[in-house]
């Protein structure tokens, strides 16, 4: 079936700047719609960015200026930029993809998550 693989989480400075991917794989016709979510501790999980598969992107208003999110088709891959990051962006981040495995039927999948710590 699809997986997606986040991967580029860590250990950063506040200010810092870190470039997170998302890999998928396995049975894939096409990928749709795609997204960056986020959970910090005791909290509930929240939107971050998406991108269509037309390029249009979406950000959370608190992150809007920070954040970039963008994709390589010919990969697979879902990027996203952090810049200027506060440790109020500490959380795990996970992927978010609506595939399809043919052209009627799709399927939204998560990815496991990435950590991203920001140090102050």
């Known amino acids: 079936q699809v997986q997606l693989v986040e991967s580029g989480g860590g250990l950063v400075q506040a200010g810092g700047s870190l470039l997170l991917s998302c890999a998928a794989s396995g049975s894939i016709f096409d990928i749709n719609d795609m997204g960056w979510y986020r959970q910090a501790p005791g909290k509930q999980r929240e939107l971050v960015a998406t991108i269509t598969s037309g390029g249009s992107t979406n950000y959370a208003a608190s992150l809007k200026g920070r954040v970039t999110i963008s994709r390589d088709n010919a990969k697979n891959t879902m990027y996203l930029r952090m810049n200027s990051l506060k440790p109020e962006d500490t959380a795990v981040y996970y992927c978010?993809?609506?595939?399809?495995?043919?052209?009627?039927?799709?399927?939204?999948?998560w990815g496991q998550g990435t950590l991203v710590t920001v140090s102050s």
């Open positions: 978010n993809a609506d595939v399809y495995s043919d052209e009627s039927v799709s399927l939204e999948v």
